[in-house]
């Protein structure tokens, strides 16, 4: 079902499920070794998707599910996870080792970085989604006995609401530097919301501020790609519809569009991510002539 303005959803569908096939492929990745996230695979058995919980266990084989040769399904995202999860820990850390000391994670979904990752003693984590998501996944962790490893504070607003005015009220402070992080979160925006997340980011984002973002670029190749690998999945058991929660239209490049509001950006294609972690780069067709990236930025000119 295509999204609408005003749709709604849990951890089990629509654009919901996503958060927990991510946290499927977290699961996979930590798994095989290449991350660390303990609290993944629970998360993702607590929401009780079927097909994504033997994802996170480990007993499907991706031969099985993955068309050949084909540059997405389950290992290419396993893959893609791997170092999205590796250069985003490095972003937090990089920005703590700064002075950084206040950290947002938009639409957190079932990102455990409030209790997996050491942060600084005096390091303030806002998670900003749901109320139902936030209350899950905090619900979730404890019953597993662990506590948060940073001062973990809940902002339970929809980002299509006032959230700016939410976080202050959990004690966001705007006249200090923050972290920023959007982790496949700005394709599942409309054009006209992306721009207003990144204008009240740079409106909430002292000079010396950071943000890390993923840019997907929904493409119709890309599209189609996805729909493909989709449609597998659906044939092995995936009852969560994943593959038409886009919302069409152009939009503004990211990077550009922060360099234009006080922002020094830099790219880092995925691809390249793929390659220096020794890990297998999927096949572009000769349609698509842009590429996904990750968007890293400093507010500030003298930052």
């Known amino acids: 079902m295509a999204r609408t303005d005003n749709d709604t959803w849990d951890l089990a569908t629509s654009v919901g499920a996503t958060a927990t096939m991510v946290a499927a492929g977290r699961a996979r990745a930590t798994r095989a070794g290449l991350i660390d996230d303990r609290f993944a695979e629970p998360l993702v058995r607590a929401v009780g998707v079927d097909f994504f919980t033997r994802w996170a266990a480990g007993e499907i084989d991706p031969a099985e599910v993955d068309i050949p040769d084909h540059p997405w399904g389950m290992q290419p995202m396993t893959d893609l996870l791997t170092v999205r999860t590796r250069f985003i820990d490095s972003f937090v850390a990089d920005a703590a080792a700064a002075g950084v000391r206040q950290t947002v994670i938009l639409a957190s979904g079932l990102d455990a970085r409030g209790y997996r990752l050491s942060w600084p003693a005096d390091m303030t984590v806002y998670e900003i989604d749901q109320p139902q998501v936030l209350e899950f996944k905090a619900a979730t962790v404890a ?35 923050a972290a920023w992080i959007a982790e496949g979160l700005l394709a599942f925006l409309p054009p006209e919301a992306q721009d207003r997340l990144l204008d009240n980011i740079t409106a909430l984002s002292a000079d010396g501020s950071r943000l890390v973002a ?35 239209g152009g939009r503004h490049d990211v990077a550009t569009y922060l360099n234009e509001r006080g922002w020094r950006t830099a790219r880092t294609l995925a691809s390249q991510l793929l390659s220096d972690n020794g890990l297998p780069v999927p096949p572009r067709s000769d349609a698509e002539s842009a590429e996904n990236y990750y968007c890293t930025a400093v507010r500030g000119a003298g930052s």
């Open 214 to 248: 993923e840019i997907f670029l929904n493409s119709p190749e890309s599209l189609q790609v996805m729909h493909a690998a989709a449609q597998k999945w659906y044939e092995h058991g995936l009852d969560a519809h994943i593959d038409d929660l886009w919302y069409a």
């Open 143 to 177: 019953r597993l006995g662990a506590a948060p490893t940073a001062e973990l504070r809940a902002v339970p607003v929809d980002l299509r609401h006032d959230w700016p005015a939410a976080l202050r009220q959990a004690g966001f402070d705007a006249a200090r530097p």
